[in-house]
């Protein structure tokens, strides 16, 4: 059974999710306060979190913020917002995804499915090893001598893509579907910004990011 913390100040919010996901055999654990959602995910397991952005105390962004201080749990963002940028922000942050409100029944359904598959599916193969680099499928973190990096699930699986065929140039639409893994209006640019994200974050944990992690330009990505 996968355990979903929903977080949201509005409980008729929460009382809704969890109705959707009740019949899937979902376990559902629910919080109206961001401060006490980061708690929970301390010292439960937990699968996914959806996570609303416009809260009291601790917005969506701050809480998604500081639970990748510790913890690589997926991240849904529920938001009311349409602003492309708001949204990208949620992703630069360390966001899997997210979805707008209103948003239907099979939506939701959809994106906790896929992402579960996903987190389930990268567990049947424990790491994948590239030159010095090895990808650890249980801890979603990436390996370079004796650098670590912990990735979010997002960018866990555009790393396993370009590092499991690395002659292959991903384009940026192939990089959408493998990261998100079902039909999406999300916009394309949204892969420049998780690659962005990556190599921000291989830089700082002195893995030698130029040299692997390179543009395609007018195409995509690659490993090389």
Not at 42 to 61: F, H, Q, Y
């Amino acid at each position: 059974m996968n355990t979903i913390l929903l977080v949201d100040d509005e409980q008729r919010m929460l009382d809704l999710i969890e109705l959707f996901l009740l019949p899937l055999g979902m376990k559902c654990i629910k919080e109206t306060s961001g401060i006490n959602a980061i708690e929970m995910i301390e010292k439960e397991k937990v699968d996914l979190v959806l996570l609303d952005v416009m809260m009291p105390e601790m917005n969506g962004w701050e809480v998604c913020k500081e639970i990748r201080e510790f913890s690589n749990v997926p991240i849904i963002m529920l938001t009311a917002r349409t602003d492309k940028n708001d949204l990208v922000k949620g992703l630069e942050i360390g966001a899997d995804d997210y979805i707008t409100k209103p948003f239907d029944e099979r939506e939701l359904v959809a994106r906790v499915h896929a992402i579960l598959r996903r987190t389930s599916n990268d567990n049947d193969k424990s790491t994948i090893t590239y030159q010095e680099f090895t990808l650890d499928c249980e801890t979603y973190s990436l390996h370079y001598q004796d650098s670590t990096s912990q990735l979010t699930l997002k960018e866990f699986n555009i790393i396993k893509a370009l590092i499991s065929r690395p002659s292959k140039t991903f384009t940026r639409e192939e990089l959408l579907e493998i990261a998100w893994d079902y039909e999406t209006d999300i916009d394309i640019r949204t892969v420049d910004s998780h690659i962005r994200n990556l190599r921000e974050k291989l830089r700082k944990a002195k893995f030698p990011t130029d040299e692997f992690l390179k543009t395609a330009w007018g195409i995509g990505y690659k490993w090389s």
